[in-house]
């Protein structure tokens, strides 16, 4: 049992971000300024996404919205804001596999 407990736990955020369900998937979404970064895990473990994957994000930020397009780059999916991002900030995140929706996720992050 305890076994099972400290597996259940490998989908923590390890790069203070949020980690939520992506369809098959769970994403880690990191914003820091104006970098958007997208950690894609699949069965509780890290993975580099496939070039075929792709994300698309809907930054709510101080009431106002932009889209940052995330395209793949070593172990993550990696997209820049327009502006930098700070405070409260909401996303609602679709993955895509092959330009083919695979998930969508909402997350609310504490950008410092």
């Given amino acids: 049992l305890f076994a099972f ?3 259940a736990q490998a ?3 390890k790069h203070g971000g949020q980690v939520k369900k992506i369809g098959s998937y769970e994403g880690e979404l990191v914003v ?3 970098d958007v ?3 894609v895990i699949k069965d509780h473990k890290p993975m580099n996404p496939a070039a075929s ?3 698309n994000v809907r930054l709510f930020v101080n009431n ?3 889209t940052v397009e995330l395209k793949p780059q070593g172990d993550k999916l990696v997209g820049k804001a327009a502006s930098p991002a700070t405070g409260n900030v909401r996303a609602m995140t679709t993955l895509a596999d092959g330009g083919k929706e695979v998930g969508k996720a909402q997350y609310s992050l504490n950008v410092k």
């Fill in 5 to 7: 407990a400290v597996s």
């Fill in 11 to 13: 989908d923590e955020a």
């Fill in 32 to 34: 820091k300024g104006s």
């Fill in 37 to 39: 970064h997208l950690y």
């Fill in 53 to 55: 994957m792709s994300a």
């Fill in 64 to 66: 106002a919205e932009s």
